[in-house]
C-alpha cells in the first residue's frame, strides 16, 4: 500500500464553508494546562488578628512599665518585624525607616557608679578642650586675615580665603541633604571633598555637627579611602572623634552608624591612633564608657603591630588617667610580639606607681595581670624583681596573688637583644 499523505494545515480547511470557518477561530479550545498546586492555605502559618491584638496590648504594657521603671532596665522590649510593622500601620508611615534602624544604638553598657567614681579621681583636673573642625577653621581665617594686613596680597591666600558664592551656595544644599540623610546615594559634590585642595573650609561649610549619623558613617567612609593619613587623622580628631563623645555623652551610648564609622576608620590605622585613640587619653577626662566603647573596635578588629606598638608606647609615657589601664589590657590581649622597647615602656610605666600614695583602681590591677601574663618572658631578671616590690605598696585581695605567682614561675631573658626599633619610634614621632 502506498503512504499515507498528510496533509497541511492550510489545506485541511480548504473544503469548509466560511461560516464554519468563522465559528471555529471564534470559540476558545480549552487546553489541559491546570496545573497541581501543593500549597494549601492551612499551611501557612499566620497569626490570627484576634492572637495580634492581643501580644501587641501585652507587648505596649511591658514598654510601658519599662518606660517608668527609669534607666536600670538595660534591654528594651522589641516587637517581632511582623507585629511591628502591623503596629505601625495603624499610625501614619515613617518615612525616615531605614534598614539599618538609625535610631538603634550600638550597646548599652551598665556602667557601676562606683567604678566611675574610681576612675574620676584619676582624670585631670583641667582637662584638655577638644578642638573642633570650626575652631581650626576660624583660626586660619584669622591667620591668613593677619598674613593679608601685613604682607602683599598672595593669589593663593584669597582663593582660600574667599570662596565662590556659587560653591559656598552649592555645598549649604549639600549641608542640607546630609542632615536628613538616611540611606541612598551621596551628592557627587561631597565626594569631591577630599580631593580638593581646601578640603577643610569646604567640609565646614556642610557643617558636620549636624549631620546625621548615617551620614557620618557614609563620610568616613569617604575620607578614609581618599584621604592621606596625616588628612585622615585631621578628620577623625575635628570631625568624628567630637560627634562620638558628644553623642555617648548626650545618650549613655553609641549610634549604630557612629560605631560602624569607627571600625571603618581603622582602615587607616595610624590615624586611627593618632586622631582618636591619643587624643582622646589625652584629653584627661576620658570616661569609662567611652574607652570601653572605643576600645572595643580595637578588641574586635585586626591592628598592625607596628601601629600598636607605638601606641602602647604612648600610653605607657603619658599621664595616668585610668582609662589607660583598659586600652593598654586590650592591646595585651592581642598578644603581639613587641619590642623589647616596648615592654620596657610599660615596665616602667607601673613602677612609676612605686611612690603613687592613692589606691589604684581594679582596671590598673587587672592590665598589671594580663601584662605579665603575656609578657612575663620578655622582661629582665631586675624588672621582675621590682615588679615584685611594687606588689607590696600596691596589692589587691584576688589579683595580686596571680601576678606575683606568674613573675615567680617567669623565666625572664637574661641577655639584652640589640634591635632595630627605628619603625616604632618612626610612627611615634
Same mark, same amino acid.
Given at each position: 500500500?502506498?503512504?499515507?499523505?498528510? /496533509?497541511?494545515?492550510?489545506?485541511?480547511?480548504?473544503?469548509?464553508?466560511?461560516?464554519?470557518? +468563522?465559528?471555529?477561530? =471564534?470559540?476558545?479550545?480549552?487546553?489541559? @494546562?491546570?496545573?497541581? *498546586?501543593?500549597?494549601?492555605?492551612?499551611? !501557612?502559618?499566620?497569626?490570627?488578628?484576634?492572637?495580634?491584638?492581643?501580644?501587641?496590648?501585652?507587648?505596649?504594657?511591658?514598654?510601658?512599665? +519599662?518606660?517608668?521603671?527609669?534607666?536600670?532596665?538595660?534591654?528594651?522590649?522589641?516587637?517581632?518585624?511582623?507585629?511591628?510593622?502591623?503596629?505601625?500601620?495603624? $499610625?501614619?508611615?515613617?518615612?525616615?525607616?531605614?534598614?539599618?534602624?538609625?535610631?538603634?544604638?550600638? $550597646?548599652? +553598657?551598665?556602667?557601676? !557608679?562606683?567604678?566611675?567614681?574610681?576612675?574620676? @579621681?584619676?582624670?585631670?583636673?583641667?582637662?584638655?578642650?577638644? *578642638? =573642633?573642625?570650626? $575652631?581650626?577653621?576660624?583660626?586660619?581665617?584669622?591667620?591668613?586675615? =593677619?598674613? &593679608?594686613?601685613?604682607?602683599?596680597?598672595?593669589?593663593?591666600? /584669597?582663593?582660600?580665603?574667599?570662596?565662590?558664592?556659587?560653591?559656598?551656595?552649592?555645598?549649604?544644599?549639600? @549641608?542640607?541633604?546630609?542632615?536628613?540623610? *538616611?540611606?541612598?546615594?551621596?551628592?557627587?559634590?561631597?565626594?569631591?571633598?577630599?580631593?580638593?585642595?581646601?578640603?577643610?573650609?569646604?567640609?565646614?561649610?556642610?557643617?558636620?555637627? =549636624?549631620?546625621?549619623? %548615617?551620614?557620618?558613617?557614609?563620610?568616613?567612609?569617604?575620607?578614609?579611602?581618599?584621604?592621606?593619613?596625616?588628612? %585622615?587623622?585631621?578628620?577623625?580628631?575635628?570631625?568624628? #572623634?567630637?560627634?562620638?563623645?558628644?553623642?555617648?555623652?548626650?545618650?549613655?551610648?553609641?549610634?549604630?552608624?557612629?560605631?560602624?564609622?569607627?571600625?571603618?576608620? &581603622?582602615?587607616?590605622?595610624?590615624?586611627?591612633?593618632?586622631?582618636?585613640? &591619643?587624643?582622646?587619653? !589625652? %584629653?584627661?577626662?576620658?570616661?569609662?564608657?567611652?574607652?570601653?566603647?572605643?576600645?572595643?573596635?580595637?578588641?574586635?578588629?585586626?591592628?598592625?603591630? /607596628?601601629?600598636?606598638?607605638?601606641?602602647?608606647?604612648?600610653?605607657?609615657?603619658?599621664?595616668?588617667?585610668?582609662?589607660?589601664?583598659?586600652?593598654?589590657?586590650? #592591646?595585651?590581649?592581642?598578644?603581639?610580639? #613587641?619590642?623589647? *622597647?616596648?615592654?620596657?615602656?610599660?615596665?616602667?610605666?607601673?613602677?612609676?606607681?612605686?611612690?603613687?600614695?592613692?589606691?589604684?583602681?581594679?582596671?590598673?590591677?587587672?592590665?598589671?595581670?594580663?601584662?605579665?601574663?603575656?609578657?612575663?618572658?620578655?622582661?629582665?631578671?631586675?624588672?621582675?624583681?621590682?615588679?615584685?616590690?611594687?606588689?607590696?605598696?600596691?596589692?589587691?585581695?584576688?589579683?595580686?596573688?596571680?601576678?606575683?605567682?606568674?613573675?615567680?614561675?617567669?623565666?625572664?631573658?637574661?641577655?639584652?637583644?640589640?634591635?632595630?626599633?627605628?619603625?616604632?619610634?618612626?610612627?611615634? !614621632?
Amino acid at each position: 500500500m502506498g503512504k499515507v499523505k498528510r /496533509l497541511k494545515p492550510s489545506q485541511v480547511a480548504k473544503n469548509i464553508a466560511l461560516a464554519d470557518q +468563522i465559528e471555529a477561530v =471564534t470559540s476558545v479550545k480549552s487546553k489541559n @494546562r491546570n496545573k497541581e *498546586r501543593n500549597r494549601h492555605d492551612d499551611d !501557612e502559618d499566620f497569626v490570627n488578628p484576634e492572637l495580634s491584638k492581643k501580644i501587641l496590648e501585652v507587648a505596649r504594657r511591658q514598654q510601658a512599665e +519599662i518606660s517608668e521603671s527609669g534607666p536600670s532596665i538595660v534591654k528594651q522590649v522589641q516587637l517581632p518585624t511582623k507585629l511591628k510593622d502591623a503596629a505601625d500601620s495603624d $499610625d501614619e508611615p515613617d518615612s525616615d525607616h531605614d534598614d539599618l534602624e538609625p535610631d538603634t544604638y550600638y $550597646d548599652n +553598657i551598665v556602667i557601676d !557608679e562606683k567604678d566611675e567614681e574610681a576612675l574620676r @579621681r584619676f582624670m585631670s583636673d583641667k582637662p584638655e578642650r577638644t *578642638r =573642633t573642625l570650626a $575652631d581650626i577653621i576660624k583660626d586660619k581665617i584669622t591667620d591668613k586675615h =593677619t598674613e &593679608l594686613q601685613t604682607q602683599f596680597s598672595d593669589a593663593e591666600t /584669597l582663593k582660600l580665603q574667599n570662596i565662590d558664592p556659587r560653591i559656598k551656595t552649592m555645598y549649604e544644599g549639600v @549641608r542640607d541633604v546630609l542632615k536628613k540623610y *538616611r540611606s541612598g546615594k551621596l551628592p557627587k559634590a561631597f565626594k569631591m571633598i577630599p580631593h580638593l585642595q581646601n578640603w577643610e573650609q569646604i567640609l565646614y561649610l556642610t557643617e558636620p555637627t =549636624t549631620w546625621s549619623a %548615617a551620614a557620618m558613617y557614609q563620610a568616613t567612609r569617604i575620607f578614609a579611602s581618599n584621604l592621606k593619613e596625616k588628612m %585622615a587623622q585631621r578628620f577623625y580628631n575635628l570631625v568624628l #572623634l567630637p560627634r562620638v563623645r558628644d553623642d555617648l555623652q548626650e545618650y549613655k551610648r553609641l549610634n549604630f552608624h557612629l560605631y560602624q564609622a569607627l571600625r571603618k576608620s &581603622l582602615f587607616k590605622p595610624g590615624a586611627f591612633m593618632k586622631g582618636i585613640l &591619643l587624643p582622646l587619653l !589625652e %584629653a584627661g577626662d576620658c570616661t569609662l564608657r567611652e574607652a570601653i566603647i572605643v576600645g572595643s573596635v580595637l578588641a574586635r578588629n585586626s591592628v598592625p603591630v /607596628l601601629h600598636s606598638s607605638a601606641a602602647l608606647l604612648k600610653i605607657a609615657e603619658m599621664d595616668y588617667t585610668g582609662a589607660n589601664s583598659i586600652f593598654l589590657r586590650i #592591646l595585651f590581649d592581642k598578644k603581639y610580639a #613587641l619590642p623589647y *622597647r616596648v615592654v620596657d615602656s610599660v615596665v616602667f610605666h607601673f613602677l612609676r606607681f612605686q611612690m603613687d600614695h592613692r589606691t589604684l583602681p581594679v582596671l590598673w590591677h587587672q592590665a598589671l595581670l594580663t601584662f605579665v601574663q603575656r609578657y612575663k618572658s620578655d622582661i629582665s631578671t631586675e624588672q621582675r624583681d621590682a615588679l615584685l616590690e611594687l606588689l607590696r605598696k600596691h596589692s589587691h585581695p584576688t589579683i595580686t596573688s596571680e601576678i606575683r605567682r606568674e613573675l615567680q614561675a617567669a623565666q625572664c631573658r637574661d641577655i639584652e637583644v640589640n634591635e632595630n626599633t627605628a619603625s616604632v619610634a618612626m610612627l611615634v !614621632e
